[in-house]
């Protein structure tokens, strides 16, 4: 299973981006997907999550982003709108996703993708 983020950029404060990120490989189930950040020097956080039903966002981005899956395409979007410069950050996609019916959830991340914010 592989997980590709795309739509990372350079943007002016205010702007929007919409990034997504697309699972591929042997799947059977997508338990729960997920968008998380990371800046040098600092911990992975939390920005935004989805499973059946529900959706969670860290509260530095309620009101400003948007996470939204297409089941069928196995894909999870970000729509990030009213970008700050402390937005900026490599973005990483994550999803537990079972291989087949007899299989635990494994925990998998895309590659990453820059999002840059500029004031």
């Known amino acids: 299973v592989q997980l590709v983020e795309t739509g990372g950029d350079l943007v002016q404060a205010g702007g929007s981006l919409r990034l997504s990120c697309a699972a591929s490989g042997i799947i059977f189930r997508i338990y729960d997907m997920g968008w998380y950040r990371q800046v040098p020097g600092k911990q992975r956080e939390l920005v935004a999550a989805t499973t059946t039903g529900s959706t969670n966002y860290a509260d530095f981005v309620k009101g400003r982003f948007t996470i939204s899956r297409d089941n069928v395409k196995n894909t999870v979007y970000l729509q990030m709108n009213s970008l700050k410069p402390e937005d900026t950050a490599v973005y990483y996609c994550?999803?537990?996703?079972?291989?087949?019916?007899?299989?635990?959830?494994?925990?998998?991340w895309g590659q990453g993708t820059q999002v840059t914010v500029s004031s």
């Open positions: 994550n999803a537990h996703i079972t291989s087949s019916y007899l299989s635990g959830p494994v925990d998998y």
